[in-house]
């Protein structure tokens, strides 16, 4: 069972309407990934962690995003989950059947997790809508439910909502192992009697069950769906959920066996402490100052290896090719040397750091404790008045900004949706993170990894912060709602799932160093080329006297109260506008172009110390926390632009812009002159 392709629809709507295209629709018309006009169409439906994206993850070998969270699927994702027949069904003695009739390609779906059919956010609403809320000819040839095993009763709501309305449908019963460690015993074929449809228990995480799960779904879809399930002949709406829980019950006893008392787990007696009022913010704040301590002090002697290799060899190496072939001393040298050998190569020191940093965290989650962390931010959130379940895209923020804006639509209120996402992008994403812990690096030692984290601190207090302001001016009138979560049980993290996010999520940054940061890069080099004198050829000019460095030094003197009017400095700056990783690629192109003659001209990251110094005025480190401090408040990048700008709409997006830069000026300006009376 393998993929090769998978396409992921976005939901288009905020709100879903009765114009949203049936799966089948979407599945057949070509356009797309899939198995073809003629596969099955197979929709994995569930409630939130109950481990359907790594089911959907493991049958197509797709990467979905995974977290224990609700709204961490906010989109439709499109797999092709290739299936063979089992081997014992063949009865020749020798086998000579073509291995091709045994295959067959089903397209799979992974739909929004829903705990029911009565939604309660958009993107619930969108499971109904393909669900039940298009013809049956258009609707999907089976529904495949991920169900808890370890809390049964909880998903089972949903299965008696699909089995009332007679569609075809199995269950698979996820968390196996969890269910076994309470002393859960399921007995899938007397739960399929009483459910009215086939029963599979399986393990997405270790890849246990899933040849079962394909043999049952294969023959799942060739057999006419069951008589829909008896209900009361009522609109009564608390009579028909009686009648809804009264069938959980009697299938839960007829299926299951369990302790008659339930003795506090593990996870129970962990959760006391880690989710307290008090000791549970507490405890969240130390494990990720953790994670920035270790990922600062492991990550140094790599990325000092490959600062070395770009600069030395890899350097030294491309000059000898071009002046082999007659392009030394040309505009082409600049290009290749300083401009992409020394810009994207210095982004790329940080793959190291990149990569560890989402291995821990994603061992944090694979574990089940950011779940825990999320209830702890929640109480902070809702204790200002903010929405409760706003936390869920600001969480993902700490990511990546522009997922983070996409899953605001698990929001209920659009007003809420418009406040979430101008929060989103005070969040610290990762692509700040490369830039943090160089000038931490720079400027507090073996304090680095501190320094980062003080930023994560702030920036989540500039969340809370700016969200109570527009909470008490523009969002007056908008209430609040609690949380709704499941917290799974606390899991040791497996090796195939810890290293498929880390790649995830590692991949996308590359991707981003080699397409836009390579970009970025480029039109550097050509504006830090082209100059502004007469008499000048181009790619001669000194950098300050470029059309790059003129435009940098037009703009300086705003950044003067704040301790960083350079315009190496503040240039940056203007580049970060498109990325942040570009920071340092912008800093390593111009101080590589800017070398005087004949000098030594020191590490990147000394002579980032000496501007900072210089414009300081002698206060280099307060200077250095202003920097930092503007570039976590101002404008993320482009890319978070254009997503708010979908979301929320041009208004909305231009305001916040607006609201980052004041803030972001104000809060800098603020630190130096503070931090100067103290450095």
């Known amino acids: 069972m393998a993929v090769t392709e998978q396409h992921t629809r976005r939901l288009d709507l905020i709100v879903p309407s009765a114009t949203t295209p049936s799966l089948k629709a979407c599945c057949h018309s070509g356009g797309g990934i899939g198995a073809g006009p003629d596969a099955p169409v197979v929709a994995l439906v569930g409630a939130p962690n109950t481990g359907k994206s790594t089911l959907f993850n493991a049958l197509t070998g797709s990467r979905v995003t995974m977290g224990n969270w609700p709204g961490t699927t906010v989109e439709v994702s499109r797999g092709i989950w290739r299936t063979t027949r089992v081997a014992a069904t063949c009865t020749c003695e020798e086998c000579t059947c073509d291995p091709e009739e045994n295959r067959l390609e089903i397209t799979l779906i992974d739909l929004p997790g829903a705990y029911s059919l009565d939604p309660h956010s958009p993107d619930e609403e969108l499971t109904r809508e393909l669900l039940v809320g298009v013809p049956d000819d258009e609707r999907p040839d089976l529904c495949v439910v ?58 997405p995480r270790r890849r246990a069950g899933l040849e079962a799960l394909a043999g049952s779904v294969r023959e799942a879809i060739t057999q006419p769906p069951a008589a829909p399930r008896p209900v009361p002949a009522t609109s009564d709406q608390l009579e028909l959920d009686d009648d809804r829980f009264a069938w959980i019950a009697t299938s839960v006893a007829a299926g299951t066996r369990a302790p008659s008392e339930h003795p506090r787990t593990f996870s129970d007696k962990v959760d006391r402490w880690v989710t307290a009022p008090v000791l549970g913010p507490l405890i969240f704040l130390g494990v990720m100052w953790a994670v920035f301590q270790v990922t600062t002090t492991v990550a140094a002697p790599l990325q000092d290896f490959l600062d070395g290799l770009f600069s030395g060899p890899l350097s030294d190496g491309a000059t000898w090719l071009l002046d082999q072939l007659g392009l030394g001393g040309t505009w082409v040298q600049g290009l290749v040397v300083d401009g992409l050998i020394a810009g994207v190569g210095m982004l790329l020191t940080f793959v190291p750091l990149m990569a560890l940093m989402f291995v821990l965290l994603a061992l944090l989650e694979d574990s089940g404790y950011l779940a825990r962390a999320a209830v702890v931010t929640d109480r902070l959130m809702r204790s200002i008045g903010l929405p409760g379940r706003a936390f869920l895209p600001l969480i993902v923020g700490f990511g990546c900004n522009v997922p983070a804006i996409s899953a605001t639509r698990i929001l209920p209120s659009a007003r809420q949706r418009v406040l979430t996402a101008l929060l989103v992008p005070f969040t610290s994403c990762t692509a700040r993170l490369t830039v943090f812990v160089m000038l931490g690096s720079v400027f507090f030692g073996a304090y680095a990894g501190t320094a980062v984290f003080a930023m994560y601190v702030v920036s989540i207090h500039l969340v809370v912060l700016a969200g109570l302001v527009l909470r008490r001016t523009l969002w007056r009138t908008m209430g609040t709602e609690p949380l709704i979560i499941d917290l799974p049980a606390y899991q040791v993290p497996t090796l195939r799932l810890t290293a498929s996010v880390t790649w995830v999520r590692l991949q996308g940054f590359l991707k981003t160093a080699s397409g836009i940061i390579v970009a970025t890069v480029c039109a550097v080099w050509l504006f830090q080329s082209i100059p502004t004198q007469p008499g000048v050829a181009f790619g001669e000019v000194p950098v300050a006297e470029s059309a790059y460095g003129v435009a940098a030094q037009a703009v300086t003197p705003v950044f003067a109260p704040a301790g960083f009017a350079q315009w190496q400095t503040t240039s940056a700056l203007v580049v970060g506008f498109v990325a942040k990783e570009a920071v340092i690629s912008s800093w390593a192109q111009t101080y590589a172009l ?27 480190i307060p200077a250095a926390l202003a920097f930092m401090v503007f570039l976590l408040a101002y404008t993320p990048c482009v890319a978070t632009l254009a997503a708010q700008w979908r979301e929320i709409g041009p208004k909305w997006t231009l305001f916040g812009v607006a609201m980052q830069l004041v803030t972001a000026w104000v809060l800098a300006v603020a630190v130096f002159q503070v931090g100067r009376l103290f450095w």
């Open 146 to 203: 991920a169900c808890d095993a370890s809390r049964l009763a909880n998903s089972l709501y949903l299965v008696a909502q699909l089995r009332e309305r007679g569609l075809p449908m199995m269950v698979a019963l996820t968390m196996m192992d969890v269910a076994a460690k309470r002393d859960i015993t399921i007995d899938t074929d007397a739960l399929a009697d009483v459910l009215g449809c086939p029963v599979v228990a399986i393990d």
């Open 594 to 620: 800017d070398e005087p003659d004949g000098s030594d001209p020191g590490t990147l990251g000394e002579r980032v110390r000496v501007d900072f110094d210089t414009s300081s005025g002698g206060h280099p």
